[in-house]
């Protein structure tokens, strides 16, 4: 095996976002619908108000679509199905870029917010011309670090075939999963939080230098916790459900768990210059900085995203990593670590080296 | 701080971090069910746990404890004493 060979790794080629058009701030969706949707919850203002987003990307307008009534799974699946297929293709088509169609082997769609059959990576890939021949993986249902279990399936297809470009891409649109009941605490902050968003990068085998490199994943699943965040299929729609020991359990894991990923990729903790962390709510978020000592200036990227976008599931690691790259530009060869959590309860993590 | 006194010690903090410095709580509700506590109330009690009887690790009970209103202060109460009771804490020296 020649040098040559022991540097390339897996390299992230391309990497682009794209959202709904329409955009709401809080004031707007509370003034036109959350007020009178949460009037018998205490401070439900100041409590939405908390989560830190300011404004968020909305395929579904509560304010129309669910002014007068829940709707069903059916409806919103069509409704998921029409929007999420265009917004893949603008996505995927921008991070592909210039990258020649037929090299592109394998394609990983992630979502949990909406289903379709044949699954919108179908549509995507017809519709930007790659190979009929094909690897499509869907990966449903997941939650917010799905984009990692795609991430992970485009690792081993270029690994295992390394002349191909792998497309890993997630679309997640939550707002067509908001609900008026129940109209509780909790329910509130779920509406606060959440908010739409799409994004894609291209994987490919390639030596220092072509893009951030991925030089390990982690992942730790903390069997006996998974009543603590649930992700149900109700007649009207997914409903989520969120206990507040979340932040707990997540911080009194994430020091071994970096620990642990910094071991895989052989890097020193204290290389760590670069933080994203899903942000499940700023708790989480708070928590975790705390534990790690995580500088204030490293979490920039993450309360950016969410201010802006809202946590957008799965989405949103994929849009801190572009805002990673974009604001702070990385110097060649700092290292990043990126992690995100959710339904288990799991932890997933990945060290890129810019 | 002997077990006698530790029950009614844990309920006096919770009433303070929620502020019902004069409902009785009974030993079967919910501390994030029944009394309302959100993470912030949480962090308050593990705190004050933390500085007033010592390190312990809740990592198990935190596991176990689930929205479908597990998290009892019977549940807590009993978690922490058996902690006491096998010494498997680290009273702070101040």
């Known amino acids: 095996m020649n040098q040559s060979t022991l540097t390339r790794l897996p390299t992230i080629l391309g990497l682009s976002s794209g959202f709904p058009e329409r955009i709401a701030t809080q004031n707007e969706l509370w003034d036109g619908i959350f007020s009178r949707w949460y009037a018998e919850v205490p401070n439900a203002w100041e409590v939405m108000a908390q989560t830190k987003v300011k404004s968020r990307h909305l395929a579904w307008d509560p304010r129309v679509e669910l002014a007068t009534r829940t709707r069903g799974t059916g409806d919103r699946m069509k409704a998921f199905e029409r929007a999420a297929i265009p917004l893949g293709i603008e996505v995927c088509g921008r991070a592909l870029g210039e990258t020649d169609r037929q090299q592109v082997g394998s394609f990983v769609l992630a979502s949990c917010t909406g289903y379709a059959g044949p699954t919108p990576d179908l549509h995507i890939a017809h519709r930007l011309g790659l190979p009929a021949t094909l690897r499509r993986t869907f990966v449903g249902h997941m939650g917010c670090y799905a984009a990692f279990n795609a991430l992970k399936v485009g690792l081993d297809a270029v690994t295992a075939r390394p002349d191909e470009r792998a497309l890993v891409t997630c679309i997640e649109l939550s707002s067509i999963q908001f609900r008026p009941k129940p109209a509780n605490l909790e329910q509130s902050i779920i509406h606060a939080l959440f908010g739409d968003a799409a994004a894609s990068l291209v994987l490919g085998m390639a030596e220092p230098g072509a893009g951030p490199q991925v030089l390990a994943t982690h992942t730790v699943q903390v069997y006996g916790s998974a009543e603590h965040m649930t992700w149900s299929i109700l007649d009207d729609g997914f409903y989520m459900t969120l206990s507040a020991y979340v932040p707990f359990i997540l911080a009194g894991h994430v020091e071994a768990f970096v620990t642990a990923l910094c071991d895989r990729a052989s890097v020193r903790p204290e290389s760590i210059r670069h933080w994203g962390i899903h942000p499940g709510g700023p708790k989480i978020v708070g928590m975790i900085a705390d534990k790690l000592a995580i500088p204030d200036e490293s979490l920039a990227a993450t309360w950016r995203v969410l201010e802006t976008r809202g946590n957008c599931s799965s989405t949103t690691i994929l849009l801190i990593l572009e805002e990673i790259i974009n604001q702070e530009r990385p110097e060649p060869g700092e290292i990043g670590v990126l992690m995100a959590f959710g339904p288990g309860l799991t932890m997933e993590g990945a060290m890129v080296r810019f | ?94």
Do not use: C, K
Request: cysteine-free; glycine content about 8%.
């Open chain 2, 1 to 94: 701080m002997g077990i006698r006194d530790l029950r009614t010690q844990l309920l006096e903090w919770i009433r303070t971090i929620i502020g019902v410095s004069s409902r009785r709580i009974s030993g079967d509700e919910s501390l994030t069910g029944d009394l309302g506590m959100d993470s912030l109330h949480l962090m308050q009690l593990f705190s004050t746990v933390d500085s007033e009887i010592g390190a312990i690790d809740m990592m198990p009970w935190l596991v176990s404890s689930s929205t479908s209103g597990l998290d009892t202060v019977d549940a807590f109460y009993n978690y922490i004493a058996a902690a006491l009771q096998a010494g498997e804490h680290t009273r702070v020296e101040r």
